[in-house]
């Protein structure tokens, strides 16, 4: 059965408060090399047929319940045979 992930990140120019805890325990571990950490959500959805009716419904449920449009971006949309 196919896997579809759909990948949502919070819109570029809001503030990620969960990136920017990460990117400052970051630092304070010692770990160099990150300017900036940003931490969005992965759905993995299994479907019976990854066809173009099913990734269209898919391209629904992302825009109106997986992600919040006032806030976040859908990313991307994948099928995993």
């Known amino acids: ?3 579809i992930v759909v990948d ?3 819109k570029a120019e809001l503030l990620d408060p969960q ?3 990460v990117t400052g325990a970051l630092d ?3 770990i160099a090399g990150f ?3 940003r931490i969005g959500k992965r759905f993995e ?3 019976e047929s990854a066809d173009e009716a099913t990734l269209a419904t898919v391209r629904t ?3 109106e319940i997986l992600s ?3 806030i976040e971006d859908v990313v991307g949309i994948e099928v995993i045979e």
């Open 68 to 70: 919040n449009a006032v």
């Open 8 to 10: 949502v990140m919070p």
């Open 1 to 3: 059965m196919p896997t």
């Open 61 to 63: 449920l992302a825009d």
């Open 28 to 30: 304070r571990l010692g």
């Open 35 to 37: 300017s900036s950490v």
């Open 19 to 21: 990136g920017k805890a």
């Open 45 to 47: 959805l299994t479907v």
